[in-house]
Each structure stands twice: as structure tokens, then as C-alpha cells.
């Protein structure tokens, strides 16, 4: 068993047998998907999350061992390795780690303690460390030197001090110790540069902020590193709280050399040495390497949020396959109009002008109507742009009016269709419609199956992210493009409906080999089943085995080809076949008879106990879909826009997104509005996710509106009462000498609609290092609370 197989077994508490098969199973090439899926029997049944989990840490690993070999090389060549630091090397079980036992090997540009060293000082600096009895300036002046640059007694001294601050900074024990001590007892400091309060007053909750470095959360942390980018904050890492911060650290520094003033003479001098050798080297670096750990795990939760918004934006229900009208709002420019068919072909596109300026309202509800009874439409999805409120009260007086159609409608989010519009793929997809149209057409397949639709976007274009533009873009990427591979397999893809970068995200494919499916397609005709594949040029057994479990053919001449039951479990099929003396026709959803079943009577050498219920439990319900059911919120009649809203109205919304701060939810009024993390339950949440996802249906309580700042928070706690002003109130609190107060905050602008959904803070602010406030604590306080403090402000 290799070291890299026990760690992993450890940190996934699974058998290294399981860890094993798994990495021989990615190194052969095989996708977490279909490890996950049909590998079973070989992994132990570890699922997709440890198996992704297992990739990464794997690469990781590697890099180390690799690393770990460099390193030993170099101390090696330089004739400095022995068997004490080998060990250690050896048993470093980080890169942090392995680096600071290199650091004093590293080479390195000439430093003042080397050219020290050169000048023949290092004896001095022995000496001075190992008795302080002598006065320093005494020991130093016999190695006054002026031709190797030792001019005089301050020289010498300061090349020594040179020489042993290095080594003090250099020793991976004493650093250990003081990372440790920072993590925990760490204060962030952030203060306004002079001369930016009104240029940089979205960050004003940073102004005059600390907080303890290990409880800043993962989006505050970003709105201050994005602060100091922008030039607005100054951030400085103190070691501790009190009049001098330092003392702990430069205690650890000096009981670590044996420094300490006893009165000798050297005492002073060593004790300096000890202070300049915290300020200058050890706090520099690390300062640097604590805001580089803090926004590298900031950036790891930021991804993370945003992945899970995107999984639970993937898989939102699907409306299926019914002919929908999709809108694409515009008051001036018009309402762009696209058809689609079941299978999500274009039948038709218009523009209707029923708003300002031409109000052709009744022609254009005519229009609707004619093109919805001559392509059969049930569906009617409505962008949530501008005029989006407008156009859907013309849905819903064309629904009263025309009854006989028995269409539904639904405000989608267009976040994303624009760039979908102007991309290559759009121009290749539908090369005769115009730009605007395109979006139209988005619109309209997005309700019929987000996840076939959105596939089609950058997943950074969609808007369910959390500071994503200031996060590591390729990590980001990589992330995200796992989230969707991962989506796309869990559902499966129809061979003969699928895009081209719908078909990318199954496993085992790449672009090339989409396109060419794609192409086949074109050129001959629906697949018939799924082993016409192996016609598809470039498409091989490889290839066949990794995505044939993922392609649907439905109504082919093979049934089970429109199921999970992957071509390779065929033979298996047949025997529960011969066992039922039923054809698969009449097998296929056969819930008595399967259920009546034995698995463990079909198990061979191949074939194991796992991968036999899961092909009874498809047989039973072939190609179900993880997806929930398709629902529609219910807005509130009379309720269009920010005026409309008053405080204790109780709305039912669309959830937009989550962040750790809380959830964003569109109740129809061009803003969405905030349930701040403290109002998402009745008992204390620490994760909104654990909560709610994007899609998700909610009803929820206004607690207050700011009209001069188009901001709402809401409460999905029912019970609350919204305070009597609203935020946003003529009167200025701070006017009558209030002491101003942290701000709630209230999301400044609708995330749905930009690629980033980036507040400038959580709203909490400075106290929060201080003390939790009301509406934070466990089961206490409401959204009033904040936004009591926000008037105060």
C-alpha cells in the first residue's frame, strides 16, 4: 500500500482496496460519473462526491511526492541532507510544511545575512547568541574588516544580527508554532485609505473594522480583499488583541533561542534582534501567507456556493416536452416572440409592440393567441428583463381571454441568454434568426429543460455566484465544469435531441466527438440504438464505454436503450428475462414482478449484488429523471414594482440564489429581495443552503423596503413583524445623534440579471467581530432588527 492510498483511505474512512480501484480506474481514464455509476462492484461503492473528493486530493498528493522528490535532490547535492531531516521531509504531509523544512535550504538571491556570513560574522553571531555576558560592541571589534566590507563595530554587529534573524525566521519548528498562534489569536484589521470614504462608500461597513482572522467568513473576506484591490481599504494582520500584539510572538521567537533579559549586557541587543526579526521577517511573510490561506479558502467557499447554486439551477424542474412561447421583454425595442416545438425546434418568431411607445396592446394579445393556436403552445415563459412584469399582465389577460388555449405561464431568468444570443454556438444553432430573437428562443427552452438549455452558457454568465469575478478564474472553471458534467450524467442525455455542448458534459465525450455525433446525426437520421455509435467517426469502444450508460434512444428497436442500464449489463438482463419468462416489453415497469425478484440470484464474477439492484430498480422505472416536478410560483395580483410592497405582506417567490449570508428571492418586482440567514427559519441556521436552493419555491413575509436604495428584506419566518418605518424613511436618524450602527445589508442589485451577484458586504459589518448581533444568535431576534440598525446608521 502506497502512502497517497493510506492517507486517502483515511480522509475518505474508506478500505484501501476501495482507494485503490479507484485511482487505477482514473488512471485508465474512466470519468467520476461512470466509476460512480458502473463501477460499483470495484470501488465498494464509493459515490460521485468521494470519488471527486479522491480526484482532487490525488493530484494533490502526487504534486507533494513530486515536490518531496525535488526537494530532497537539492539539500542532497549540497551535501546538507541527514537522516533527522530526510525523516522529516519524508513524513511533511503538506506543502506548507515540506516548504518550511526547505526554506533554509532553498537557494536563494544573495541576502544580507549570506554576504554576513562571507565577511566571516557568523562566529560573532554564535558567540553573541550563546553568552550574553559580554558587552556585543567588545566582541565585535576584533572583526572590524574593512576589505571584506566590515567598516566598523556597527557593521559587524548588524551583519550578526543579519545573520541570526535569518536563522530564527528560517527555523520550520518556530515558524509552525507562530502560524499556529496567528491562526488563533490573529485580529484583521481594515481602515478607509484617506480620501476614499465617498468613492469607496459601498465598503463603508470596512471602514473601521477587525475582526478575528479565523472567524471572518468566506464572503466577507472577499468584500475586503476586493476593497484593498480597489484601493479603498488598508488590511493589517495583528498578532493579538492589546496594547502590544506582538509580545506573544516575539516570546515564542526568544524562548525558542534562549533569549531573555536577565541584565547581562548582550541581553538588549539580542532582544532587539528578536523584535526586528518578527517585524521585518517573520510578520512580513507571514501576513502574506495568511491573506493568501484566507482568500484561498475564501475562494474555496465562494466556489463551493456557487457550485451548489448551479446544481440546484441544473436540475430545477423541467416543464417537458410541450410547444412554449418564449417572451423576451423590451418596452421601447418591443417583446420578442419565439416558438419552440416539443423537441425545442423553432416554429415560429415575432416581434409584438404592446407597451410604450406604439401600445398595441390588443394586437398583440391577438397575435399571441393566433401564433399559440396554430402551434398548439401550452407553455409561456417570460424573461424577468426589463418590461418583464408588463408582459406578463399581457399573459395573463390573454390567458382570460382565451381560455380555450389552457396556456400556463412562468417568469423565468434570462440571466445568460444575451451572452447565449452573440456566442458562436448561437450563430451555428439558429443562423437565421436575428441576435434579438435568439433570446427569445433561450427563453422558451430554458423552461422546457433548464438543463439542456443553460448547458449552452458559460456557467459564469448564469448569475447564481458569489464574488465569482473575484475568485481564481481557472479553479473556478474547473469547478464549475465539474458541477455540470456531474448534473448531466445524473439525468442522462437524449442521443437524438441533444446540442453539441449538451453531449461534451457526458462522459467519456469531448467536443470533437459531440460534433460528430451531432453531424451523424444530421446526415443519417435518428440513432436507432446506441450501438449505430460505434459508426460515428472517431467514436470508439473506449468512447462507447464510458458515455453509452448516459445516452438515452428513445422509441429505438432495443427498450433498454432508453434506460441506465449501460449495453455491458445486456446478458444480465436476459437471464432476469429467461427467470421472469417475460418479454422486456412487458417487464419494463413491472413493479410486482421485479420487486418479487432475488438480486443476489443473478450475481456472477462480473456482476455484483450493487450493479443488479441498481438494474431491477431501472427496470422498474426506466430512465426516471432525479428531477422534482415541474411547479409555478403564484405572484400576487397588484404587486409590480418596489411601490407596490408593504411591510407584513405575506408573497409567494422564486428563490435566485444563496450565499452564506442568506437567500435571495424574486416575488415579481424587478428586485429581489433578501432573507438574511437569520430570518430563513425558526432555529439557528449556520449554512443557508441547508436551508433552500436556487428553485426553490418559498413564501415569505416583507419586513421592510428601502425605495431609495431598490432594496427588500424578507423573512421566511412568517411569525415576524416588520418594524412600523420602513428603511428609507425621510427622517435621517443620525441627525438626532444616534451612535451610528453596522448596516443591514439588502441586496444591491438583482443577481438574477448580472453574471455577479457581488454585495459589497454581508451587512454585518464591523460589530460582528464584537458581538453577535440580535437577529444572529440562535433562534433570536428578526430582519427588523437589522434594519433598525440600518436607520440608525
Not at 502590544?244 to 524562548?255: E, M, N, T, Y
Request: overall charge neutral; proline content about 6%; charged content about 30%.
Amino acid at each position: 500500500m502506497t502512502d497517497i492510498t493510506r492517507t486517502l483511505s483515511q480522509e475518505l474512512a474508506a478500505r484501501p482496496e476501495q482507494v485503490e480501484a479507484a485511482i487505477r480506474l482514473l488512471d485508465e481514464g474512466a470519468t467520476v460519473p461512470f466509476i460512480a455509476r458502473y463501477r460499483k462492484e470495484a470501488t465498494g461503492g464509493l459515490d460521485d462526491i468521494q470519488l471527486r473528493l479522491l480526484e482532487e486530493r490525488l493530484v494533490y498528493l502526487r504534486d507533494l511526492n513530486e515536490r518531496r522528490a525535488t526537494v530532497l535532490k537539492s539539500i542532497e547535492e549540497q551535501g546538507k541532507l541527514t537522516p533527522e531531516l530526510q525523516a522529516e521531509i519524508v513524513g511533511a504531509e503538506t506543502k506548507q510544511r515540506l516548504e518550511d523544512l526547505y526554506l533554509p535550504f532553498k537557494p536563494k538571491r544573495r541576502t544580507k545575512a549570506q554576504i554576513a556570513r562571507e565577511a566571516g560574522l557568523e562566529p560573532l553571531a554564535d558567540a553573541l547568541l550563546a553568552d550574553p555576558s559580554a558587552l556585543p560592541e567588545s566582541r565585535a571589534a576584533s572583526y572590524v574588516d574593512s576589505p571584506k566590507g566590515v567598516e566598523d563595530i556597527a557593521a559587524a554587529l548588524e551583519g550578526a544580527r543579519q545573520i541570526l534573524m535569518e536563522r530564527f525566521a528560517e527555523d520550520p519548528e518556530l515558524t509552525g508554532r507562530l502560524r499556529d498562534h496567528l491562526w488563533q489569536q490573529g485580529i484583521l484589521v481594515s481602515k478607509v485609505m484617506p480620501g476614499k470614504e465617498e468613492e469607496g462608500n459601498k465598503f463603508s461597513d470596512y471602514f473601521d473594522y477587525r475582526e478575528p482572522l479565523a472567524r471572518i467568513p468566506s464572503h466577507r473576506a472577499l468584500a475586503l480583499f476586493r476593497g484593498r484591490n480597489q484601493g479603498v481599504l488598508h488590511l493589517e494582520l495583528l498578532a493579538g488583541e492589546g496594547d502590544d500584539p506582538d509580545a506573544v510572538c516575539r516570546g515564542l521567537i526568544a524562548s525558542r533561542f534562549g533569549v531573555r533579559q536577565a541584565g547581562r549586557p548582550g541581553d538588549d541587543w539580542l532582544i532587539e534582534t528578536v523584535r526586528k526579526t518578527w517585524r521585518i521577517k517573520l510578520l512580513t511573510r507571514l501576513d502574506l501567507e495568511f491573506k493568501g490561506r484566507m482568500l484561498e479558502a475564501s475562494e474555496e467557499e465562494a466556489i463551493r456556493v456557487f457550485g451548489l447554486n448551479l446544481k440546484a439551477l441544473l436540475l430545477a424542474a423541467p416543464a417537458g416536452r410541450l410547444a412554449t412561447l418564449g417572451l423576451d421583454p423590451g418596452l421601447r425595442t418591443g417583446v420578442k416572440v419565439a416558438i419552440v416545438d416539443g423537441t425545442g425546434r423553432v416554429a415560429a418568431t415575432d416581434t409584438i409592440y404592446p407597451h410604450v411607445p406604439k401600445n398595441q396592446w390588443d394586437a398583440s394579445i391577438a397575435r399571441l393567441a393566433q401564433l399559440s393556436k396554430q402551434h398548439g403552445v401550452k407553455l409561456v415563459s417570460i424573461g424577468n428583463g426589463t418590461g418583464s412584469r408588463e408582459t406578463d399582465r399581457l399573459v395573463r389577460e390573454l390567458i382570460q381571454r382565451h381560455p380555450e388555449l389552457g396556456l400556463r405561464s412562468l417568469v423565468v431568468s434570462e440571466a445568460g441568454a444575451s451572452v447565449y444570443s452573440a456566442s458562436e454556438f448561437a450563430s451555428k444553432e439558429l443562423p437565421e434568426l436575428d441576435v434579438s430573437l435568439r433570446g427569445a428562443v433561450s427563453i422558451a427552452r430554458r423552461l422546457q429543460d433548464p438543463l439542456a438549455e443553460l448547458v449552452k452558457i458559460d456557467p459564469k454568465a448564469i448569475g447564481v455566484g458569489q464574488y465569482q469575478h473575484d475568485v481564481n478564474q481557472p479553479r473556478l472553471a474547473r469547478a464549475l465544469d465539474t458541477v455540470v458534467e456531474d448534473c448531466v450524467n445524473a439525468v442522462g442525455v437524449d442521443l437524438n435531441t441533444a446540442s453539441v455542448p449538451l453531449l461534451t458534459q457526458v462522459s467519456g465525450l469531448n467536443r470533437t466527438l459531440a460534433e460528430n455525433i451531432v453531424q451523424f446525426r444530421e446526415t443519417n437520421g435518428a440513432f436507432p440504438n446506441r450501438k449505430r455509435l460505434m459508426a460515428v467517426p472517431r467514436f470508439g469502444e473506449k468512447a462507447f464505454q464510458q458515455s453509452a450508460g448516459f445516452l438515452r434512444v428513445r422509441d429505438g428497436d432495443e427498450p433498454l436503450d432508453a434506460s441506465a442500464v449501460h449495453p455491458e449489463a445486456y446478458p444480465l438482463v436476459r437471464n432476469i428475462l429467461a427467470e421472469t419468462g417475460k418479454p422486456i416489453t412487458a417487464l419494463i415497469g413491472d413493479s410486482a414482478t421485479l420487486r418479487r425478484l432475488d438480486p443476489a440470484r443473478f450475481t456472477d464474477e462480473r456482476f455484483g449484488l450493487p450493479t443488479v439492484k441498481d438494474i431491477l430498480a431501472e427496470l422498474e422505472k426506466p430512465g426516471r429523471d432525479p428531477r422534482p416536478e415541474f411547479k409555478t410560483a403564484q405572484l400576487k395580483e397588484g404587486v409590480e414594482t418596489l411601490k407596490d410592497l408593504k411591510p407584513d405582506m405575506i408573497l409567494e417567490g422564486t428563490v435566485t440564489n444563496v450565499t452564506n449570508f442568506g437567500a435571495f428571492v424574486d416575488v415579481g418586482v424587478h428586485q429581489d429581495g433578501l432573507v438574511h440567514i437569520s430570518a430563513l427559519a425558526d432555529r439557528f441556521v449556520k449554512d443557508p443552503h441547508a436551508v433552500v436552493k436556487s428553485g426553490d419555491l418559498v413564501k415569505v413575509k416583507v419586513m421592510e423596503v428601502d425605495l431609495v436604495r431598490k432594496r427588500i428584506a424578507l423573512s421566511m419566518r412568517l411569525g415576524d413583524v416588520a418594524p412600523e418605518r420602513t428603511a428609507g424613511d425621510a427622517s435621517d436618524s443620525r441627525s438626532q445623534g444616534r451612535e451610528p450602527r453596522p448596516r443591514a445589508h439588502i441586496p444591491p442589485g438583482r443577481p438574477g440579471r448580472s453574471a455577479d451577484a457581488r454585495p459589497a458586504s454581508d451587512g454585518r459589518g464591523a460589530a460582528r467581530a464584537k458581538a453577535p448581533a440580535a437577529s444572529e444568535a440562535p433562534g433570536g431576534g428578526t430582519m427588523a432588527d437589522a434594519f433598525a440598525k440600518a436607520k440608525r446608521r
